[in-house]
């Protein structure tokens, strides 16, 4: 659905900001865009909508190259949002949202129909805030609006350039889950820019991590923590190794490795879907039963661990 080609952009220096980059990423799929400041993640993201040109290579929207679209066309197929927004601070909430669908020349009706839909899934009732303007609303509503205006044209693709970033961090773990949880969003091919990495191991189906403008690694959360494939990705990953290792592994990885303690019947039921980081907060007073394909085993905190020491050591 969206592919990168070797490519490569320079701003007028001898240093390349983004330096022979290639990714494919799939139909419905969460590419997230990792890595520290300057790295190319925002350049990257801008030449898929043209907002930038690379130097050299090739990048192809839905099989057609975007060098060969207009602009302006190719923005409609993509939704994009920034981290500060971008609304038009003139247009009152719904005008913000309408924006596409108009430049589409829908009929009215159907640009109103669809913004209250939106507004009524992001917990935007339309009765209370299709009038107001951006600057009445907190930061986390305007981040609502910015998503809801990316998606009112329904567009295959979307591009996220830190969009929960300008959010306090209480208010960025809510919309996070709010936005997983969204079903406009199941179908569309997403990149999303991020240098927080529990969002992006949250977020994104694969992480392709970057540094120097130059992909380190692109693969599952769980490549990146237990193969990475230099010391960069290794390091950069350590300081919230624990948690990431906990967040992303799930039971159902460990099976082979769980071994069934002794433990009396009656024990609260967990899906071998879980984390263990969920496993680990069920645990606490308590073991639990985990239940994969009819099998159950029984297990408690040090069954776990030891079964996350082995299967490190494969
Ligand atoms: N318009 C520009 N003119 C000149 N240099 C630029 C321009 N935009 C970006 N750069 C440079 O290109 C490199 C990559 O920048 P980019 O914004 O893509 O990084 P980033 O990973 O998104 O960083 P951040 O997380 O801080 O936004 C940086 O060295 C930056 O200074």
Redesign the pocket.
């Known amino acids: 659905m969206i592919k990168l080609d070797h490519v490569t952009k320079y ?3 001898a ?1 390349k ?2 330096d022979d980059i290639s990714f494919e990423v799939q139909e419905g799929e969460t590419l997230v865009l990792l ?10 993201l801008r030449m898929i909508n043209r907002l930038l040109d690379p130097g050299s290579g090739h990048i192809y929207v839905n099989g057609k190259d975007v060098q060969q679209q207009s602009p302006a066309v190719l923005r409609r197929s993509i939704g994009y949002v920034l981290q500060n927004t971008g609304l038009f601070p003139h247009y009152t909430v719904s005008e913000n949202i309408g924006t596409v669908p108009a430049l589409l020349q829908w009929d009215k009706t159907r640009i109103r129909n669809r913004t209250i839909t939106l507004m009524d899934k992001l917990r935007l009732p339309a009765a209370t805030y299709a009038e107001v303007y951006p600057h009445q609303l907190s930061g986390g509503q305007q981040q609502r609006v910015g998503l809801a205006r990316a998606l009112a044209a329904d567009p295959p693709v979307l591009l996220l350039d ?1 969009p929960f970033g300008a959010l306090d961090p209480l208010t960025r773990i809510s919309i996070r889950k709010e936005f997983k949880a969204l079903d406009e969003l199941n179908s569309k091919t997403i990149i999303l ?1 991020t ?1 927080d990495v529990e969002e992006a191991f949250e977020l994104g189906d694969r992480i392709c991590l ?1 540094n120097e ?1 130059r992909i380190q690694q692109l693969g599952p959360a769980t490549a990146l923590l237990f193969k990475p494939a230099n010391d960069f990705v290794q390091t950069f990953l350590d300081p919230q190794r624990l948690q990431l290792e906990l967040k992303s592994l799930l039971l159902q990885d460990l099976w082979p490795f769980l071994t069934t303690k002794d433990i009396p019947a009656g024990l609260q039921q967990l899906p071998a879907e879980s984390s263990c980081w969920e496993a680990l907060a069920a645990m606490t007073h308590s073991p639990v039963t985990v239940v994969c394909d009819q099998e159950q085993k029984e297990i408690d905190g040090n069954a776990l661990m030891d079964a996350i020491a082995s299967y490190k050591k494969q």
């Open positions: 701003f007028n220096t240093k900001a983004v890595g520290t400041s300057g790295c190319g993640k925002t350049t990257t830190e820019v240098h970057m403008g």
